[in-house]
């Protein structure tokens, strides 16, 4: 799309009604998730995000981040926004409500304070300097949370809900208090960011010392800023499901009632939701044949999953049991049927047949060879987290039933090379370097190697034995 239709494009969504916005940054959000359309929905979604965030800079350059009032005022929420269509957890902010929320603060919620910022940039834009950026910045979030508590705090039932209304959807309106609560908060967050090592590889006895030492501040206990601190502390795990030993030692108790009787059963709660999370995502590159992550996906969900069963004392009956319950067989669900379906497209592939019949039989393809190859790891992948995710017996006996079918077909196919026509030659030689290929997943590259010369050697010796004769 060219510069001049960009641009009209993004003045057309500039004229859009709030509501018509967030509308279509949701439709395509939910596209995005689909598979549909990636390239038009990412297009239209970079441009209305544009719009949202007040920026009118050209591709190459952006524009000075004291242009952007908007961006200036949702810093402090960057570390919690969230794209596309799951549903948030606490300690979460979906993106798409900062745009009503901003539209709602320069009509009706704080219209005074934002043309007071808006007028302060502009000066500071004209002075060169950036000299009193930061004090106009942080009154400006001040003013703004002030005016999100104030029409958040129940007062007239009636009146209130028209008001919450006019703001945007029940979404908006759901994440208005988390956004109102971050930006009152920004220095007391700030400062636990600056006590948290930058990460956390174990969170060990002692660095669970560290952490609730930078937690022990009381504005960052409230219920509603709790889940945000330690949604901060779990960007420094690298095993994010960890942040349950918080709940844990907080309650000085594995036993999930009495996890549960504290502020910090929270923890729990947030990382269930965030392994769910993941696994809708598996679920998602799995349909679509993207197996590229597959492996640290599975990896994250092994250890989540058997974390949570080991750290904490959980009961099949409650609620937290159930929720990893039905995580697991989400799990095994999604896997399964993928599992076995792999033999069945190798057979397609390596099945033998008679010289005659091979003028009629499908070509083979290098893309279908390298997909079914991505299959074969993925099967080799899954075996080694199977028992935790609840797909052991599958994954064994798919993984010993591809071993046993390859290397049996792989020496089939080499033999026939010796004695093939002209004709089913070349076939031969493609299914040979596509068994061979399968080798090298199932058994290593020594054996891939041992076999790829022994086919090298079949039709070497063949020819020579035609010439000879």
């Known amino acids: 799309m060219s510069q001049t239709s960009t641009e009209r494009l993004r003045d057309y969504l500039a004229q859009l009604p709030p509501q018509s916005q967030a509308l279509l940054m949701r439709e395509f959000e939910r596209a995005i998730d689909r598979g549909e359309d990636l390239a038009v929905a990412n297009f239209v979604l970079e441009q209305l995000r544009k719009v949202v965030r007040g920026t009118e800079e050209d591709d190459d350059e952006a524009r000075p981040r004291t242009d952007d009032p908007a961006r200036l005022l949702y810093g402090p929420l960057e570390p919690f926004l969230v794209e596309g269509n799951f549903p948030v957890r606490a300690g979460q902010v979906r993106r798409a409500s900062l745009l009503p929320v901003w539209q709602w603060l320069g009509r009706d919620g704080a219209p005074e304070a ?9 000066e500071i834009r004209l002075s060169g300097s950036t000299a009193g950026l930061g004090a106009a910045t942080r009154k400006f979030q001040l003013a703004a949370a002030e005016a999100i508590v104030k029409i958040a705090t129940p007062v007239q039932g009636e009146d209130r809900h028209r008001a919450l209304s006019r703001i945007g959807s029940p979404n908006v309106v759901e994440d208005l208090l988390s956004i109102g609560a971050v930006l009152r908060a920004r220095e007391a967050m700030e400062t636990l960011g600056s006590r948290l090592p930058g990460q956390i590889r174990v ?3 002692s660095q669970l010392e560290t952490v609730t030492s930078a937690l022990n501040v ?5 219920p509603q800023l709790l889940p945000f601190a330690l949604s901060l502390i779990m960007q420094r795990l690298a095993a994010p499901w960890q942040i349950i030993r918080l709940a844990v030692k907080m309650a000085a108790s594995d036993d999930e009632i009495r996890v549960a009787a504290t502020p910090y059963c929270i923890a ?7 392994l769910s999370f993941l696994t809708a995502c598996l679920r998602t590159d799995i349909r679509r044949g993207h197996f590229d992550n597959v492996g640290d996906q599975l990896k994250i969900l092994h250890d989540g999953v058997r974390g949570l069963r080991t750290e904490l004392d959980l009961r099949n009956d409650s609620a937290w049991g159930r929720q990893l319950t039905s995580i697991r067989a989400d799990i095994s669900n999604s896997l399964q049927s993928e599992i076995e379906s792999v033999p069945g497209r190798v057979r397609r592939i390596l099945r033998q047949r008679a010289d005659k019949d091979i003028a009629s039989a499908p ?11 991505a299959l074969i790891d993925f099967v080799a992948v899954c075996r080694t987290y199977a028992s935790e995710l609840a797909i052991n017996e599958v994954t064994l006996r798919t993984y010993s039933d591809l071993q046993h079918y390859v290397e049996h077909s792989t020496e089939s196919l080499v033999q026939a090379l010796r004695g093939a026509d002209t004709r089913a030659r070349a076939y031969r030689q493609m299914q040979a370097k596509a068994a061979i290929r399968f080798c090298e997943i199932l058994f290593g590259h020594d054996y891939a190697s041992l076999m790829s010369r022994a086919a090298e050697n079949a039709v070497t010796g063949e020819r020579k034995a035609t010439k000879a004769g």
Do not use: G, M, N, W
Request: glycine share 0%; charged share 25%.
């Open 203 to 205: 969170l060990t006895p």
């Open 114 to 122: 934002v043309r007071a910022f808006e007028t302060t940039l502009s």
């Open 363 to 373: 070509k083979i393809d290098a893309a279908e060879v390298e997909e079914i190859a």
């Open 268 to 274: 729990v709660t947030i990382a269930l939701h965030d």
């Open 218 to 222: 009381p504005s960052l206990q409230t």
